[in-house]
């Protein structure tokens, strides 16, 4: 609640901190740096460096929580070094290539209807897979083109939204199944038995639409977020913007996007360049 993470944030520290306390069998009070070390290498061939990274900020939180409440005095996470981490490129898919999967479904069905609205909300609004499992029919504005998005840390934000988007998304509301329960009604995307969407799903869908397009890259609904993002850059959008859009807090984390092939980059310079 005082950081304001997501559940899900929250949910993969909690199971951090578990798996960590079944490994040294006590409740951490007497745990130093060796045991940290011992613990993050017995990981290190199951998880990336990434994950690595984010296994150690758990730790860390959890030994800072426990000097605050008086039951340690230091924190062993500060001896022990965090994987060193390249920078991070996404996957990112071609604009034929979202296309291609985004046909690949058969609308003949109101499910397959469903997923194509997913699909282009994903990719026509950079959703997160998070946001778009709990995107509320009313928070969708069809007269106006936005979407009014709830993103991490509770944070609201409005999204444009294309013509085309808008139509999918309409089609697959005229067919959509009869929620389970009330609390349901105004939740857009359901599963057959008028139940809220999972993430696993909405993941599991994008797979075999992929390999029904032929897209052989390792994707999942992130990778429609990376590809907005990308697509709009190179089509000339500003940074900020591009930012606001995702709703990263920072503008560095939007800067993985602008990795542009160079023949765009060095005609932009030239076009600019006070020399010309």
């Not at 009070?29 to 993050?40: I, L, M, P, Q």
């Not at 309409?170 to 067919?175: F, M, T």
Request: charged share 25%; glycine share 6%.
């Amino acid at each position: 609640m005082e950081r304001q993470l997501s559940p899900n944030t929250v949910s993969a520290y909690s199971s951090d901190v578990e798996d960590f306390l079944a490994f040294c069998g006590d409740g951490g009070t007497g745990a130093d740096s060796v045991a940290v070390e011992e613990y993050v290498k017995s990981r290190s061939g199951i998880l990336t460096k990434r994950s690595q990274a984010r296994l150690l900020s758990s730790l860390r939180s959890f030994f800072d929580w426990l000097i605050l409440e008086g039951e340690r005095k230091d924190n062993p996470c500060d001896r022990v070094d965090a994987p060193k981490l390249g920078r991070y490129l996404p996957e990112v898919l071609s604009v034929e290539e979202v296309a291609a999967i985004i046909e690949s479904v058969d609308t003949g069905t109101w499910n397959g209807m469903r997923d194509r609205a997913m699909l282009e909300m994903l990719y026509g609004c950079g959703l997160r897979v998070s946001e778009l499992c709990a995107l509320k029919i009313s928070c969708v504005y069809g007269k106006e083109s936005f979407v009014r998005v709830i993103g991490k840390g509770n944070k609201e934000r409005i999204v444009p939204v294309s013509d085309t988007a808008l139509a999918a998304f309409g089609e697959y509301l005229a067919v959509r199944p009869a929620p389970e329960a009330p609390d349901y009604d105004d939740l857009a995307f359901l599963n057959r038995f008028g139940k809220p969407i999972s993430r696993v799903a909405v993941f599991t869908m994008i797979k075999k639409q992929a390999l029904l397009a032929g897209v052989r890259k390792e994707i999942s609904p992130h990778t429609f977020r990376h590809s907005f993002a990308t697509h709009l850059i190179e089509n000339g959008a500003d940074l900020r913007v591009v930012q606001e859009m995702l709703g990263h807090e920072s503008i560095l984390t939007t800067e993985i996007y602008t990795h542009i092939d160079s023949a765009t980059w060095q005609a932009a310079v030239i076009s600019a360049h006070p020399r010309k």
